[in-house]
């Protein structure tokens, strides 16, 4: 029993308009640049924000620093003791909350209070291996992954929540006056020396081990992507003095929407979610939509081909019930009769399914998931190709080593999502280009990078 024509017809209509041949990925990486430079000139690209971090950790950094990790589900809160150039990393410790649902939508001061009161917490349990420098406040790096405008390493004004978060009273306000506020009435005394996102974090925190870093890349729920800049490179910082010349720009690169190719399925999801026509590369890209993109296409197959037999499956037509991960698992099935891929479709959809249209789910989610992996790369040779572009030789010189840090669920766990960014980037770089790039995954990154980037900002210094 063969899936109808009807059903395969949308297949290949699937697949011709969500192809990746190279001069589409091209185009791509070639508009990235263009967006970019256009952005750092306070053109209309990219939005290219200043992070105001200016020096990266050189592992010499020596002492007792926090971290705090808010940007999505969780909540974190780390310590570590630096130990300078020969002792690096001398010890760290972890905790990790999630935030309870009510909170994501409570006020301001509730969740901050909510953060400073795990904090405390974790202070007090600070035990003999760890030591603070006497007449020093503890300080911290604070990983903030929303919209921020800084102004300064140590503050920055929320521009708005995303993510699911819908509190009331942050958007416009300093979120480190929050957090200090929070702190002062929870009683304990500690200061922030550094505000970041994920993606900055993740760059300081890799770079503080390999100093060929030179961009990070975050691939989870959202995405997001960062790289060192010449002050002089960035005309919408006219004026501003730095010492070392330098500066970490944030791309906001999820709000790219040039040149990329676009379905019905697509642009429907995107008409449903809560932000419309904003975020398209992110949304054809990272982990919280490919999950509904495929549901939108099995939807499709099911009512005008009848996919799944005579009915509809109902929970078919529930936004958001198929994720990333049920992608990722069903990808994984290598058995003759894709038993697990029929088990999860029951499970998920509650659809019956035989061999042809098990087949068929599968060519739907690779087609997908293999787009959304060959534009990650083409972004990525797009930054790669604009540090080259201006300044010859800095990434494919002759034996340079130019590393990427790549982190985030979506890249961490889906292996196959991971091959076609690779190999995207190796198409559109060649072989010669290739060997001077290494994409790197970093685990759990961001967290250390905040709280070396609080010591390479530290007020005693
Ligand atoms: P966040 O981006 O929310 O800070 P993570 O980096 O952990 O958090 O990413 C979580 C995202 O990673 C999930 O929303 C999901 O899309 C994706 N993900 C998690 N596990 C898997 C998996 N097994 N396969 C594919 N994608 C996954």
């Known amino acids: ?67 705090l990790d808010l940007g999505g589900t969780n909540f974190r809160v780390m310590r570590v003791q630096l130990g300078g150039k020969d002792e690096r990393v001398i010890d760290t410790e972890f905790d990790q909350v999630s935030i309870p649902q009510d909170l994501m939508s409570a006020t301001s001061q509730e969740l901050f209070d909510f953060i400073a009161s795990g904090l405390a917490e974790f202070v007090s349990k600070e035990d003999g291996g760890f030591h603070i420098s006497p007449g020093r406040k503890r300080e911290i790096g604070f990983t903030f992954s929303f919209p921020v405008k800084q102004t300064s390493i140590d503050s920055g004004i929320l521009i708005k ?42 760059l300081a925190g890799a770079e503080y081990w390999d100093s060929d870093v030179v961009a990070a890349v975050i691939l989870g729920t959202g995405t997001n992507a960062c790289y060192v800049e010449k002050i002089s ?61 495929v549901r939108r ?46 088990s999860l479709l029951y499970d998920i959809l509650g659809a019956e399914s ?11 989610c690779e087609t997908i998931v293999r787009r959304g992996g060959r534009l990650a790369g083409a972004g990525i040779v797009g930054i790669l190709q604009k540090m080259e572009e201006d300044d010859r030789g800095l990434i494919f010189g002759n034996g340079n080593r130019s590393v990427v840090a790549i982190d985030g669920g979506l890249y961490e766990n889906y292996p196959q999502y991971r091959t076609y960014l690779q190999d995207s980037v ?15 995954h970093t685990k759990d990154g961001s967290s250390i990078g905040a709280a070396l980037l609080a010591a390479s900002n530290s007020i005693y210094q």
């Not at 061999?355 to 068929?360: A, D, M, Q, V, Y």
């Open 1 to 67: 029993s063969d899936v109808s024509s009807t059903a395969t017809r949308i297949l290949t209509e699937l697949k011709r308009e969500c192809a990746t041949p190279l001069p589409l990925l091209q185009q791509v990486a070639k508009t990235m640049s263009d967006d970019m430079r256009a952005g750092l000139g306070l053109k209309p690209g990219l939005p290219m924000i200043p992070t105001y971090v200016e020096n990266l950790p050189t592992g010499n950094e020596k002492g007792l620093f926090y971290a």
């Open 161 to 202: 929540w995303t993510k699911g978060f819908a509190v009331s009273g942050t958007a416009g306000r300093d979120v480190v006056a929050c957090l200090n506020e929070a702190m002062e009435r929870q009683g304990i005394d500690m200061r922030v020396s550094a505000l970041v996102n994920d993606a900055v974090g993740t």
């Open 233 to 293: 490179a960035i005309p919408k910082l006219q004026g501003h003095a730095s010492s070392s010349g330098k500066m970490i720009i944030s791309t906001e690169w999820g709000a790219f929407s040039n040149s990329l190719p676009s379905t019905e399925f697509d642009r429907e999801m995107d008409a449903a979610t809560i932000n419309p026509g904003e975020q398209i590369f992110e949304k054809t890209i990272s982990g919280l939509y490919l999950g509904d993109i």
């Open 297 to 342: 296409v099995l939807l499709k197959m099911t009512e005008e081909g009848g996919l799944f037999g005579r009915f509809v499956p109902q929970k078919l037509s529930t936004p958001f019930i198929l994720g990333t991960p049920d992608l990722c698992a069903m990808q994984q099935d290598y058995s003759g009769d894709l038993h697990a891929v029929g």
């Open 354 to 364: 035989n061999l042809s249209e098990r087949k068929t789910v599968l060519e739907v």
């Open 426 to 440: 190796k198409e559109l770089l060649g072989s010669e280009k290739s060997n001077n790039v290494v994409i790197e």
